[in-house]
């Protein structure tokens, strides 16, 4: 198989990055005059530009979740990975893969790129389809292949033996999105395949179990050659001061996010036994994630009532597999209560 950086685009192969101020002065200052920033610092304490490596957040990152430091980029949220990744690697025309129902995403920025997007959908049991995806690739070639574990809106987690499968049949980039790895017990995460296999590239992020979806904070992770050309291709200040120090802030409290994400996981559970019990929920899809998906007779009109009670859920109705299928979050013990409430007043047709 080709190495990873003949995967890369050969303009961003070949490009310059910009040089920011303070990327061209190395040794100790206290005087930055280098940068026409103002000397004067006003709201928050944010006249001087961030740091463009985000080096102090990436090391939290290695201190509290494993991630090696030169392995680690932050885009601006998730999104941001998603969309520098496919410049990385895809041109006008090529395609990417997905397995839908999954993270719609994938496909928008696929679009804004110009790109295809290949679907090998999962089994009709929320399986991934692993030897369909791997027929597929001698037949379409995609650049990346797209694996959300968990999946959203599924809940489902894939065997990481089957990721590995994928990857290493593909002789493209295979991305794993583990948004919601911290409310699947017992996860296992595909960072643990980058070191046998270049072409795995994972994302993780500070949006869901470290409750910093305002911040957007996305973890990039990935051989230490595609690590590099991410900090090189992204806007050297994508990550805000303010953005930085939050994730600092709650990557330096661990302990605290990860009571929280325990209680989400039992509060899953409570709510999977209670909504299994309403005569109009059809089937409780299982879900390691941080929301519970329910089956019933009429999702849009389930969907209306919870609104006309001021809660809104996700509807997935329209998603292949998911005719009348609700998304519906784990809030605070009072949202649960509401939703609770609001559901045993719901008269099924
Ligand atoms: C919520 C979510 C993310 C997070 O996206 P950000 O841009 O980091 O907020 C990523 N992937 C999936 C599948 C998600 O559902």
């Not at 990417?96 to 679907?119: H, K, Q, W």
């Not at 090189?232 to 001061?241: D, F, G, H, R």
């Not at 299982?286 to 849009?300: G, K, L, Q």
């Amino acid at each position: 198989m080709a190495d990873v950086e003949s995967l890369i685009n050969r303009h961003i192969r070949e490009m310059e990055p910009y040089s920011s101020a303070r990327d061209e002065f190395e040794g100790n200052a206290d005087v930055f005059l280098d940068a026409n920033e103002s000397w004067y610092s006003g709201e928050c304490d944010a006249n001087r530009y961030p740091d463009p490596r985000c080096r102090d957040l990436r090391k939290l990152l290695e201190s509290t979740m494993n991630l090696p430091f030169d392995m680690t980029a932050i885009g601006n949220g998730s999104d941001e990975v998603i969309d520098l990744l496919m410049r990385m690697f895809c041109r006008e025309g090529d395609s990417v893969m997905v397995s839908t129902p999954t993270y719609g995403e994938y496909r928008v920025f696929a679009s804004t790129n110009n790109l295809r997007t290949i679907d090998v959908s999962l089994k009709e049991s929320l399986e991934l389809d692993a030897d369909g995806i791997i027929a597929a690739l001698g037949r379409e070639n995609p650049k990346i292949v797209f694996i959300c574990t968990p999946n959203n809106p599924t809940g489902r987690v894939y065997p990481l033996s089957d990721v590995r499968r994928i990857a290493d049949a593909n002789s493209g980039i295979t991305v794993v999105d583990e948004a919601y790895s911290d409310f699947a017990e017992g996860f296992e995460s595909a960072v643990s395949l980058i070191a046998g296999n270049p072409r795995v590239v994972v994302m993780r992020t500070l949006s869901k179990s470290w409750g910093l979806a305002g911040a957007r904070v996305g973890i990039l992770v990935a051989d230490p050659v595609i690590q590099r050309t991410f900090v090189k291709m992204k806007p050297p200040y994508n990550v805000s001061l303010l953005n930085q120090r939050a994730a600092i802030r709650v990557l330096s409290e661990p302990e605290r996010y990860r009571d929280v994400v325990s209680q989400v996981i039992a509060d899953r559970k409570i709510m999977e036994r209670k909504a299994a019990e309403y005569p109009f929920v059809r089937e409780v899809i299982p879900s390691e994630a941080n929301f519970i998906v329910i089956r019933t007779d009429d999702a849009d009109r389930l969907y209306r009532y919870l609104l006309s009670k001021g809660i809104i859920v996700r509807n997935r109705t329209k998603e292949r597999y998911l005719s009348g299928c609700l998304r519906i979050t784990i809030g605070s013990k009072e949202e649960n209560r509401r939703l609770m409430e609001a559901l045993d007043g719901y008269e099924a047709c």
